[in-house]
């Protein structure tokens, strides 16, 4: 979207966030906007600040973690915070090419207060932006609902008014440190979907002949393995049976013969001659 839609967009926030204030409304409280039906999901809030306080102690406003010591010009004696959460609708109005948001578009701009009394009086009157100067640490982002990512790589980024993008390594913290005002998410790189259509289905179905023809290819080999070890271990045992039968021919008492195709033992027939006990004959 182009920079003047942007900008067109942070001056509504800005409006209804002003509307949206009391008559007198207290210093260092936030105070949540009422938008249009056609802005559902989007949260604004703003918060009126002493110049003074700001700087020296900074503080912790709706996610945004800002350390003392940060210096708004044009000076004003008090400022009014405007911030911005645009949830489900961060993709309608900003994007990263090559890249995926996975966090919301949050953001804050700082403007001089109108009226630091109460609601300002000339509705006319176009607000200041100040421009701020950290003197001390950067801002701190935390965003609501965001895990890290694993196996990616999740990067901070800047969107700038002229419409530029600046991205940036997260904080040990899974926080995005950042060193002015603006608007900022978080990013990883794009990855494509599978189709879904003829396509799809094509690759899909190849991809299922291929698993098929794999899972084919290892049973066979499986068999052919299993083939191979029964083999050598049958070759093995009639070895070791035919070196246990020469063995025993070598250390055998009897005598052998061929029976058929069996090798069989067998003892020569010893007749035992009659012997006469005495010599006496009758």
């Known amino acids: 979207m182009d920079n003047s839609t942007l900008q067109s967009l942070d ?10 204030l009391p008559n007198r409304p207290q210093t260092g409280v936030l105070y949540k906007a ?14 009126r600040l002493r110049r003074g306080s700001f700087w020296r102690r900074g503080g912790n406003f709706s996610g945004f973690y800002m350390p003392p010591r940060i210096f708004s010009l044009p000076i004003f004696t008090r400022l009014d915070m405007v911030f911005s959460n645009l949830g489900n609708l961060s993709s309608d109005y900003y994007n990263v090419p090559n890249h995926t948001l996975v966090a919301p578009i949050v ?27 950290l003197f001390g640490s950067p801002i701190l982002v935390q965003f609501p609902n965001f895990s890290p990512i694993q196996n990616q790589k999740a990067k901070c980024v800047v969107f700038y008014l002229n419409g530029t993008i600046e991205m940036t390594n997260m904080t040990m913290q899974d926080m995005c440190a950042v060193k002015d005002q603006g608007h900022f998410s978080i990013v990883v790189p794009y990855t494509p979907r599978v189709p879904r259509g003829p396509k799809g289905k094509k690759e899909r179905g190849q991809l299922w002949k291929w698993w098929v023809f794999g899972f084919a290819i290892g049973v066979s080999g499986l068999l052919l393995f299993g083939f191979i070890i029964f083999t050598i271990v049958r070759v093995f045992r009639r070895r070791k049976v035919e070196k246990m039968e020469r063995e025993a021919e070598r250390n055998e008492g009897l005598q052998a013969t061929n029976v058929g195709q069996s090798r069989m033992p067998f003892a020569t027939v010893v007749r035992t001659q009659p012997t006469i006990e005495n010599d006496y004959y009758p």
Not at 11 to 20: C, H, K, M, R, V
Not at 34 to 47: C, D, K
């Open 34 to 47: 009422s938008l249009p039906s056609n802005f559902t999901g989007v949260n604004v809030s703003i918060i």
């Open 107 to 133: 953001g804050f701009n700082v403007y001089g207060s109108r009226n630091s009394t109460g609601k300002f009086s000339n509705l006319t009157t176009p607000m200041t932006k100040v421009n701020l100067t």
């Open 11 to 20: 001056d509504i926030f800005l409006e209804y966030a002003e509307n949206s």
